[in-house]
């Protein structure tokens, strides 16, 4: 089955830190622009962090500008995201997602473009 598999959430309290692992299964990662979305109670899914396939450029949402950090090791077929200042508001369900699509598209951080979607990891920001 051709999809991403996260792991590495779980209970942090604020201004904790964390580390999130992606991994793709059945598909090679270094074909794919990769971004980490997320999902918190009672709202859509949205992105926050892009990594651009081949040169590895990232953008990141506002939101987590100077806290997250977004990483890629083809050779292990894995995205890593770096979380530090966490805060309650960065609660929710973890997903990464792999876009075919051209630079542009992808890096726009839309649903659409993205897929090979896990089941996510849960990340809880409480004290």
């Known amino acids: 089955q051709l999809q991403m598999v996260e792991s590495g959430g779980g209970l942090v309290q604020p201004g904790g830190s964390m580390r999130l692992s992606c991994t793709a299964s059945?598909?090679?990662?270094?074909?794919?622009?990769i971004g980490w979305f997320r999902q918190a109670p009672g709202k859509e899914r949205e992105g926050f962090s892009f990594i651009a396939r081949f040169s590895a450029n990232t953008s990141y949402a506002d939101s987590v500008k100077g806290r997250f950090t977004i990483s890629r090791d083809d050779g292990k077929n894995t995205v890593f995201l770096q979380m530090n200042s966490l805060k309650p508001e960065d609660t929710g369900v973890y997903y990464c997602?792999?876009?075919?699509?051209?630079?542009?598209?992808?890096?726009?951080?839309?649903?659409?473009?993205?897929?090979?979607w896990g089941q996510g990891t849960q990340v809880s920001v409480s004290s």
């Open positions: 059945g598909f090679t990662l270094a074909s794919y622009h």
């Open positions: 997602g792999a876009s075919p699509r051209s630079w542009t598209l992808a890096r726009e951080m839309r649903l659409p473009n993205y897929g090979y």
